[in-house]
């Protein structure tokens, strides 16, 4: 079985903050993460993807993958109100009958105040 | 970067009716077309995934005789909700991988909403 967990939310944050959504997930083979932002009434526009253990970084958002821990989180630095917005995990697996299949989480609903 | 067109954008339509959503990747040739349906304040839901030239696979739960989808070409995928009731109206997104780089991320649809009165 295939499960994508995250914090339901809301995460509420000043400006300017850090905030740190996180995500687990249940099947070892899963290959490929991705962070999604999703607006309100609009559909999910990709805002990274990581393959290896570690960091990964790009502009003010760091991915972070622990393949042991089965754990993917994104930060995001320098918080503006409009970050506001649900933030979707997905994994993939790359193989098989599943290739290119995306498996989402339920998403975060992060709010940054001014 | 590619781009995946929907049409219509929103469609409103009495119980009983049917509707096409028409989902085309714009600038790129793509070998499997993904549709998912999300309610209000929930995620993305798979309903199907489509290739070019063969059936659609269908997630369980999903009626395939209700929800009709054809993959005509590498660049259309039609999604047909026959005989709509209320309880479809929902959020529909495609998405599409790239033939090129089935590696590479999926590229969404800008979405259908789907109003069944």
């Known amino acids: 079985q295939k499960e994508v967990e995250q914090n339901s939310g809301p995460l509420s944050v000043p400006e300017g903050a850090i905030a740190s959504l996180n995500c687990t997930y249940s099947d070892r083979g899963s290959q490929s993460f991705f962070w999604y932002r999703q607006y309100s009434g609009k559909s999910p526009e990709l805002i990274m993807f990581i393959y290896s253990n570690g960091d990964k970084e790009d502009g003010r958002f760091t991915a972070q993958l622990n393949k042991a821990s089965q754990y993917v989180s994104l930060l995001i630095r320098d918080s503006q109100p409009s970050d506001s917005a649900t933030y979707l995990c997905?994994?993939?697996?790359?193989?098989?009958?599943?290739?290119?299949?995306?498996?989402f989480g339920r998403g975060t609903q992060l709010t940054v105040w001014p | 970067g590619a781009v995946v067109s929907q049409h219509p954008s929103r469609v409103i339509c009495k119980s009983g009716t049917s509707v096409k959503i028409e989902c085309r990747s714009l600038?790129?040739?793509?070998?499997?077309m993904f549709w998912y349906r999300q309610f209000p304040k929930q995620s993305l839901m798979l309903m199907a995934t489509s290739n070019e030239g063969s059936k659609a696979t269908y997630e369980q739960g999903v009626e395939k005789d209700k929800f009709l989808i054809n993959h005509a070409s590498l660049t259309l995928s039609t999604l047909t909700v026959t005989s709509a009731h209320p309880e479809d109206s929902s959020f529909y997104i495609c998405?599409?991988?790239?033939?090129?780089?089935?590696?590479?991320?999926?590229?969404f649809g800008p979405g259908t909403r789907l109003t069944v009165l």
């Open positions: 997905a994994v993939r697996l790359d193989r098989g009958s599943t290739l290119g299949r995306l498996y």
């Open positions: 600038d790129f040739q793509a070998t499997t």
């Open positions: 998405s599409a991988n790239e033939r090129e780089r089935p590696y590479n991320e999926q590229f």
